[in-house]
């Protein structure tokens, strides 16, 4: 799959040099000078990530992002921003901006930030997966050693109650694949399992992102959003690379 990149900056330089950076990515993009005009596009070219200056000539970027979040509640959101208005990005991200960028920037940073944000859209897009679906996608645990049966035997017993579990290993031994079975012998089955890469989740986001937030709960949440816990209600959550979260939100 393709993905489509929507950059909005009113100077018409950074906007080339992303359109040329991303398209050797693969991505394809769409620029637009103006915010009316990004808003525009937003709508007609349903793109899979925005790139969005904060400083707009004709409409403030805050702004665009509101109209642009009303588009479209999930789409990721990256602000641009010069170093003195860092404040004013951070409010961008209490209202849904995935996360944001200060200039000058090198490219290889925004790449990075494209890569985590669109894995987030994806996520987002796969909440709900249902049993059948997360089968196909991890099938089950494989293996006939005495480690192998003493984790299978674990995640049975453990998946008959309804405790907190803490599942730990290197990186690549199958962890997700653990939880997954996990979720596939419990009672909770039936209802989703939402996987969530804390390592992923900029800080300023975490708290909005896990619990969500209430219309008019701060300055410019003009939306109500579902925090992962409760989508994954009578479910499901997996908080992937919780050790990489501040002390302060884990505890």
Known sequence: ??????????????????????????????????????IELAKKTEPSLVILDLKMPDIGGIEVLKQIKEINSN???IM?????????AIEAMKIGATDYITKPFKLEEIKLQITKALHLFNSENQLNLTQQELGNKYGKIVGQCDAIKEVALLIRQVAKTGATVLITGESGTGKEVAAVEIHKAS???????????????????????????????????????KGRFEIADKGTILLDEIGEMPISMQA
């Open 187 to 225: 009672n909770r089955a039936d209802r989703p399992f939402i996987a969530v890469n804390c390592a992923a989740l900029p800080e300023q986001l975490l708290e909005s992102e896990l619990f969500g937030h209430e219309r008019g709960a701060f300055t410019g949440a003009t939306t109500k959003k």
């Open 1 to 38: 799959m393709t993905h489509k990149i929507l950059v909005i900056d009113d100077e018409e330089k950074m906007c080339w040099a992303l359109e040329r950076a991303l398209s050797q990515e693969g991505y394809q993009v769409v620029t637009a000078t103006r915010g009316l005009q990004g």
């Open 80 to 88: 641009i921003t010069a170093h003195g208005s860092i404040d004013t």
């Open 75 to 77: 789409l990721p959101v």
